[in-house]
């Protein structure tokens, strides 16, 4: 390094980058993000190895989705300091985001032998999950809701993962535990096609009826809301469903036909048109 670089480094106060960061993360919030990012990059001209400008740096370029660059920043904080648990979070974050799991998850054991804080192992989980490392990751989850019964994000992927292996009660049992919270639109769905397996056609419906309050354009709910009514003997309103189905996703067409036809409650049409327009004149 350059020896008057190396003065800077030196010489420069400690409360200068604390005053830097302070005034970085009040521009962030502000929604001035240009000034926020500008405030971090020149005192790191002056100082580049600070370890918290540095970190601070790198979560601006992480929220704007500049993996690369935020990697690079979180490496010089670490380099830094190496035992920053916050530090070592936002790189496994970012190590995920560009699909390193291993050195995420290495990142992490190290933030949780340093201090075993919630947000490492819920980061960990998200991890091995993302990964594909089902048996580590419904290990990492339950280890998280025998800890935080309530914690809905467990229950949901643990619901997931037990669907996933084909055991429909538990799976019914964890997302019924996740949807005593404000839950989103993606755990109704869930539970949905888990009571659909099991035969429970009614609160199927009930549970897409749920995901579409949420989320109205959700297409998927819509067409498998069709066919659980469909199911019921209603079909009345299981056409209502397809004709929705049909207008915010017109590639369901096969599957609207497919299901009117295969069911136990259906109909047929003499041909593919007179589907489409009855589809077409339809209302949910």
Request: proline fraction near 4%; include cysteine; charge should be neutral.
């Amino acid at each position: 390094m350059h020896p008057t670089i190396l003065a800077d480094l030196i010489l420069m106060p400690s409360t200068q980058a604390q005053d830097i960061v302070r005034r970085a993360v009040a521009a962030f919030n502000s929604g001035r993000h240009q000034d926020a990012q500008k405030l971090c990059e020149r005192g790191l001209a002056r100082q580049p190895l600070e370890p918290t400008l540095n970190h601070l740096l790198a979560a601006m370029l992480f929220k704007q989705s500049q993996f690369s660059s935020a990697g690079e920043r979180i490496a010089a904080s670490l380099a830094a300091d190496p035992d920053r648990g916050s530090a070592l979070l936002l790189a496994a974050r970012i190590a995920r985001a560009v699909g390193d799991f291993d050195t995420a998850l290495s990142h992490l054991d190290r933030a949780i032998a340093i201090a075993p804080q919630r947000d490492a192992f819920l980061e960990k989980a998200r991890t091995l999950d993302q990964a594909g490392r089902k048996p580590q990751a419904q290990d990492s989850w339950r280890a998280i809701l025998d800890a935080i019964p309530p914690h809905q994000e467990a229950a949901a992927r643990l619901g997931r993962l037990a669907f996933e292996d084909g055991d429909h009660a538990l799976a019914a049992s964890y997302l019924e535990r996740a949807i005593a919270a404000d839950a989103p639109a993606s755990v109704w769905f869930d539970l949905g096609l888990v009571r659909q397996d099991l035969r429970d056609h009614a609160g199927a419906a009930a549970a897409y009826r749920k995901a579409i309050d949420i989320k109205p354009d959700f297409a998927e709910a819509v067409l498998n809301l069709g066919v659980a009514l469909q199911e019921t003997g209603d079909l009345d309103h299981a056409m209502r469903a397809y004709a929705q189905a049909y207008r915010l996703r017109p590639s369901t067409f096969g599957r609207i036909a497919q299901a009117l036809t295969s069911a136990s409650h259906g109909r047929l049409w003499l041909d593919e048109a007179s589907l489409r327009r009855s589809l077409d004149g339809e209302r949910l």
